[in-house]
């Protein structure tokens, strides 16, 4: 069973541009998540769709950050413009349910960001 | 105060002992809680979930949940040099769910050969 997929794996850029991440979750996993984990924290939950709905977006700053999911399926997490502290690895994340005993959240490898 | 603290570590072991990484939380309404493992470089993945008091065993784990003094540990018997990685605390406030997890710092372990 293919993993989580993620891309691109690896940017560099300078603050105020823009970014874009995509993610394909493992298939047929209805909920998505997009994480964001700064070095020395753990994950902290940036969103987190059910199929093509916003379940939670609470900790998204909206004021540059965005995400969509396409048809309930592939997902783009953006951010413009960026600023030095969003220097973090994006890790999208899926699960089969939303929620229960068993229903195992899978990571995928992550998109690294540094912003200069 | 912070919602899920873990000793950043490094705690390091012999190869063969026991490893033993706590975690506090401070949220009392708490009701499910994880232990993810993430080698360098790499993803989270879950070891444990445990949602009631008391010990929880899977292989060569173990994870105990005191929900009265809110601390949640992992034990690793027989520590091998593969289990050096960083642990992961997570906490989440519904039942039986992961969805809103919150996450500790995480404990750095070293298992020496």
Redesign the interface.
């Known amino acids: 069973e293919a993993g989580v997929a993620q891309s691109p794996r690896y940017k560099i850029i300078e603050k105020r541009q823009s970014v874009a991440f995509w993610c394909n979750p493992i298939s047929g996993h209805a909920t998505l998540y997009w994480y964001q984990q700064i070095l020395g924290q753990g994950p902290k939950l940036l969103i987190q769709f059910q199929n093509n709905g916003v379940v939670d977006d609470s900790q998204l700053p909206k004021d540059r950050f965005s995400a969509e999911r396409l048809k309930g399926v592939d997902s783009t997490l953006k951010i413009q413009p960026a600023k030095l502290e969003d220097s973090a690895v994006y890790l999208c994340a899926s699960s089969l349910e939303y929620s229960g005993v068993g229903n195992t959240i899978y990571f995928g490898e992550g998109s690294w960001l540094t912003v200069v | 105060q912070k919602e ?1 603290e873990q000793n ?1 570590g490094p705690l390091s072991v012999p190869e063969g002992a026991i490893a033993s990484l706590n975690c506090t939380y401070s949220d009392r309404v708490s009701q499910s809680f994880f232990w993810y493992r993430q080698y360098s470089g ?5 070891i444990m ?1 445990i ?1 009631s008091n008391g010990d929880k065993e899977d292989g060569r784990f173990t994870a105990q949940l005191n929900k009265a003094s809110q601390y949640v540990s992992l034990l690793i018997r027989d520590s091998q040099p593969s289990d050096s990685a960083t642990y ?1 605390c ?1 906490v989440s406030l ?1 039942p ?6 919150r ?4 404990t750095r372990l070293t298992v020496k050969p």
């Open positions: 899920v950043s790499k993803s989270p993945e879950l979930s949602y992961l997570a519904k039986y769910n992961n969805n809103d997890m996450f500790g710092a995480g």
